[in-house]
T-cell receptor, first 114, second 111 residues
Framework: DSGVTQTPKHLITATGQRVTLRCSPRSGDLSVYWYQQSLDQGLQFLIHYYNGEERAKGNILERFSAQQFPDLHSELNLSSLELGDSALYFC?????????????FGEGSRLTVL | QKEVEQDPGPLSVPEGAIVSLNCTYSNSAFQYFMWYRQYSRKGPELLMYTYSSGNKEDGRFTAQVDKSSKYISLFIRDSQPSDSATYLCAMSLNTGNQFYFGTGTSLTVIP
């Protein structure tokens, strides 16, 4: 158990809908990362938050948005969903101190868009 | 061209074999190189982390980085069925920056 909690584990929805994925980082971790994993693209970096502030953006679509709240949990909002958005969405957190190259990943939220 | 290229496999080896997993990359500014292991239906977990060029050994695992060739490798000695997983390489420009992951190589170790 990495200590990172993601909900929901599975989500099935229709095209055009909006969903929110939630992530609670490990206790004490200030950084939260969101990744999208699909079979053909692998793990794609979406966005990084540090202590409530956006630090870096990857290939995140304009239909997607995220935020990190004062209690450090984070939410990824996906709107106007398309079939191609079906994927596994991972949240990861990292320690605030010495960098070790380690991201602690949750078990992911599997999104299926029908 | 993708930042990081990794052969997806799948790779199937008998128990006890030496496994070699590789990644190539295009950005010469990468300084930090990681290998993550991902079991089915789980999130990736860090196996090894290396800074710049050189070798690093941890038990049955050895990570090699050749920055001149933009090539990294992970060797697994005496492979075990429990090593069956997907192995992802990852790279970073500097600390705290975004990680660039390979697509992963699926490995099966047959008892």
């Amino acid at each position: 158990d990495s200590g990172v909690t993601q909900t929901p584990k599975h989500l099935i929805t229709a095209t055009g809908q909006r969903v929110t994925l939630r992530c609670s980082p490990r206790s004490g971790d200030l950084s939260v990362y969101w990744y999208q994993q699909s079979l053909d693209q692998g793990l794609q970096f979406l966005i990084h938050y540090y202590n409530g502030e956006e630090r870096a953006k990857g290939n995140i679509l304009e239909r997607f948005s995220a935020q990190q709240f004062p209690d450090l949990h984070s939410e990824l909002n996906l709107s106007s969903l398309e079939l191609g958005d079906s994927a596994l969405y991972f949240c990861a957190s990292s320690v605030a101190g010495a960098w070790t190259g380690e991201l602690f990943f949750g078990e992911g939220s599997r999104l299926t868009v029908l | 061209q993708k930042e990081v290229e990794q052969d997806p496999g799948p790779l199937s080896v008998p128990e006890g074999a030496i496994v070699s997993l590789n990644c190539t990359y295009s950005n010469s500014a990468f300084q930090y190189f990681m290998w993550y292991r991902q079991y089915s239906r789980k999130g990736p977990e860090l196996l090894m982390y290396t800074y710049s060029s050189g070798n690093k050994e941890d038990g049955r695992f050895t990570a090699q980085v050749d920055k001149s060739s933009k090539y990294i490798s992970l060797f697994i000695r005496d492979s075990q069925p429990s090593d069956s997983a997907t192995y992802l390489c990852a790279m970073s420009l500097n600390t705290g920056n975004q990680f660039y992951f390979g697509t992963g190589t699926s490995l099966t170790v047959i008892p």
